[in-house]
């Protein structure tokens, strides 16, 4: 199932998720301006439910690197 991230924690809330594909992207990184709530309710949920795969494509240590392919 897909979700923009407004709905992503409340999806992590009320399935089973295995895998979260996300940018990991914030106003904050480019701005002046603080994490969304939205975003800052992702991370926390995304740390309650350590056993969903978090891929995050903006940490340095991702296991999406051209070349890798995941399945779906």
């Keep these: 199932m897909r979700t923009h991230i407004g709905n992503a924690a409340d999806m992590?809330?009320?399935y089973t998720v295995k895998k979260v594909v996300w940018t990991g992207y914030?106003?904050?990184?480019?701005s002046?301006?603080?994490?969304?709530?939205?975003?800052?309710d992702l991370q926390n949920e995304?740390?309650?439910?350590p056993s969903v795969i978090n891929i995050n494509l903006?940490?340095?240590d991702s296991v999406?690197?051209?070349?890798v392919q995941v399945n779906f």
């Design 26 to 30: 914030d106003r904050s990184m480019t």
């Design 58 to 60: 903006n940490r340095r």
């Design 64 to 67: 999406i690197t051209p070349g």
């Design 46 to 49: 995304l740390q309650n439910h």
């Design 12 to 14: 992590l809330r009320g």
């Design 32 to 40: 002046t301006l603080a994490p969304t709530a939205v975003f800052t």
